[in-house]
């Protein structure tokens, strides 16, 4: 529950920083907005001034215009701000809603994944020296003290040592349903977030396209700017919903990638933890 309860506060922080984010820009461009219209005024008082100055300044604008415009292209992170508020801020958020809240799962996951991985032959060889040497006792000591699924399934092993191989094996296969149920934790509310983005991005589409098709009945006539702009920002939806699932996909693909490789070195430690406990004849039947 902490788990879950730490990635939605970090899914809210990241949504919160980026939409105060957007609105900043949107009050950045106002601000110019206004100033430009300032400046634009005071020129025009000084032309109407000094007929001399407005001949001047009349050659110099465009050339100054062009020189700002070269001088300060949009990057990265411009360009999508400025695409999310093109394609309509209250779709949006809900694709990044998702985006942020799948990624969240998605690195919480890893970081469990990770953690929860450990070299497992170097494992195998401590617990049988333990086993030769000190018997069950250190043997679960050392699984004690040693993170992740398999030592966790070997403790619940040799903890019914005294109760017979069969006792033991089903011991270590039903402990193994759990840890794999601890391992798929939360990958079911990643792949909901895969399919919503997109699915959020086609509706952002649909009703844009509806708005789009509204404007043209209301002014009478097919004007090719009324609907490409209409066009455009729907289609922005989609395209941010697809991005989104894209990325969270890749990172889901890896999450499951891993669970696999630890499930099957859990099953062949599992048999390699019986044939031991044969060996040196640990269990009592």
Known sequence: MKKVISSLMIAGMMTFGFVNGVLAEEGDSTTTQAVETTAMTEADSSETASPVAEATETETAPAEAATAEEKAPLNFTGTLKQKFIEGDPFWMSFVLICLVIGMALCIERIVYLN??????????????????????????????NTRGPIASI????????????????????????????QLEKGVSWISLFIALAPMLGFMGTV??????FDKIVEDGQVSPTTVAAGIKVALLTTVFGLI???????????????????VNEME?????LVDMMLKYKITSK
């Open 115 to 144: 953690l929860a991985s450990i070299n497992t032959n170097k494992f195998l060889e401590d617990v049988e020296a333990a086993l030769a040497k000190g018997g069950v006792a250190e043997a679960k000591e050392l699984c004690r």
């Open 154 to 181: 070997f403790y619940q092993g040799l903890d019914r040592a005294d109760e017979g191989i069969e006792m033991v094996e089903k011991s270590v296969v039903s402990y193994g349903g759990v840890q794999m149920g």
């Open 244 to 262: 989104a699932a894209i990325f969270l996909q890749i990172f889901y693909n890896y999450i499951v990638s891993k669970i696999d490789g630890l």
């Open 207 to 212: 009703i844009g396209m509806i708005f789009a």
């Open 268 to 272: 062949n430690a599992s048999i390699s």
